[in-house]
């Protein structure tokens, strides 16, 4: 148990279906972030929030659309996805962006887009 | 071109050896170097951190070293249980305006009894 806790841990979707991502820490960090892991390629960092405000986009695709409503909470917002879009999405936070300590993950959401 | 590689890309020891992952990165300043150990389909764990000064950094059976010269970093696994098996990430921070991190591919490492 990290302290980060992501939900589904697994979702199937179509490419024309919206469907969400989420992702809780409560560990009191204020900084969380979304990574991307697909098979043999390292994590891929997604999305960068410091108390609420987006600071990074990592020329995300716009099919992909996060959202963070507190520092606790952190959504991930999926539509008209692609296959190659199939992947671990794996959520973390810290104490700051800036934070050269530790990087706490959530155990992930596997994706599969058929 | 800042790159973290990692080898070997998988490994297979037997129940009780020890093992020693290895690291080579060309970023260069860096501010930390970490191994994450990540459970096949779980998020990874932080084992260690290293700032550029440190040359090692151990976490019960796992140490960590560091070779800030040769741009190398090591872990090493002592009496490997069958509980090791995973991938192991090591990990640069880019001592910019963002702290960018950048990941290796990892080691997949099979632990057999």
């Known amino acids: 148990e990290t302290g980060v806790t992501q939900t589904p841990r697994h979702l199937v979707m179509g490419m024309t279906n919206k469907k969400s991502l989420k992702c809780e820490q409560h560990?009191?960090?204020?900084?969380m972030y979304w990574y991307k892991q697909s098979a043999k390629k390292p994590l891929e960092l997604m999305f960068v929030?410091?108390?609420?405000?987006?600071?990074e986009n990592n020329s995300v695709p716009s099919r992909f659309s996060p959202e963070c409503p507190n520092s606790s909470h952190l959504f991930l917002h999926l539509h008209t996805l692609q296959p190659e879009d199939s992947a671990l999405y794996l959520c973390?936070?810290?104490?700051?962006?800036?934070?050269?300590?530790?990087?706490?993950f959530g155990e992930g959401s596997r994706l599969t887009v058929l | 071109k800042n790159q973290v590689e990692q080898s070997p890309q998988s490994l297979i020891i037997l129940e009780g050896k020890n093992c020693t992952l290895q690291c080579n990165y060309t970023v260069s300043p860096f501010s930390n170097l970490r191994w994450y150990k990540q459970d096949t389909g779980r998020g990874p764990v932080s084992l260690t951190i290293?700032?550029?000064?440190?040359n090692t950094k151990s976490n019960g059976r796992y140490t960590a070293t560091l070779d800030a010269d040769t741009k190398q970093s090591s872990l090493h696994i002592t009496a490997s249980q069958l509980s090791d098996s995973a991938s192991y990430i090591c990990v640069v921070t880019i001592p910019d305006n963002t702290d960018k991190l950048i990941f290796g591919t990892g080691t997949r490492l099979q632990v057999f009894p």
């Open positions: 560990l009191g960090h204020n900084a």
């Open positions: 973390a936070s810290s104490r700051g962006p800036r934070d050269t300590g530790e990087l706490f």
């Open positions: 290293m700032t550029f000064s440190e």
């Open positions: 929030y410091n108390f609420k405000e987006q600071t």
